[in-house]
């Protein structure tokens, strides 16, 4: 049975000159069992990092797997699904430490937000995550009545 993380939040992080970051401590509580955690950390679809529990890696490719690559899409899609993919775990100081060739996303910069959403983690750099910041509330309410139906607008100025 695959876990149910629930994990939730914002959290800055420090990434060291050797490729190595943190892992906060409210996200390895949600986790659980740091002894035997294996993750697995890919290239995102949008300037980030994805980092997966190793049970929820191994969800998304059976369901991947469902799929024929005889289909030229679903190759390439799985192309780009599997590019940068390597499996990490912490260290002895609860670190992750980036692989090289990812390493390079998060070249010149010092700190990273991590970003835990239901049952993975999505690392920026703190430039990129900013730029997310960046869109006018009213933009995803628009977005969200697109996709989902009739949601109430957002306030654009709430009450005070």
Same mark, same amino acid.
């Given at each position: ?6 994990? %939730?939040?914002?959290?800055? #992080? ?32 949008? /300037?980030?990092?994805?980092?997966? /529990?190793? /049970?929820?890696?191994?969800? &998304? ?7 024929? =690559? ?16 390597? =499996? #990490? ?19 010149? #910069? ?7 959403? =239901?049952?993975? %983690? &999505?690392?920026?750099? &703190?430039? &990129? ?5 960046? #869109? /006018? ?24």
């Amino acid at each position: 049975m695959i876990p149910h993380y629930g994990l %939730i939040g914002e959290y800055e #992080v420090s990434l060291d000159a050797k490729g190595r970051f943190r892992m906060p401590a409210g996200l390895l509580k949600k986790l659980g069992d740091t002894d035997h955690l294996q993750f697995v950390i890919r290239q995102g679809w949008d /300037p980030h990092l994805t980092l997966y /529990p190793r /049970p929820v890696w191994e969800k &998304e490719i059976e369901a991947l797997n469902q799929r024929s =690559e005889l289909d030229p899409r679903v190759k390439q899609y799985a192309q780009a699904f599997w590019r940068g993919a390597n =499996e #990490v775990s912490l260290d002895s100081a609860d670190r992750i430490q980036l692989p090289k060739r990812l390493q390079t996303y998060a070249s010149q #910069v010092s700190k990273l937000i991590l970003t835990a959403r =239901e049952d993975k %983690i &999505e690392i920026w750099t &703190e430039t &990129e995550y900013d730029k997310l910041l960046e #869109v /006018p509330a009213e933009d995803y309410a628009a977005l969200g009545r697109e996709l989902f139906g009739n949601l109430p607008a957002y306030p654009v100025n709430p009450p005070a």
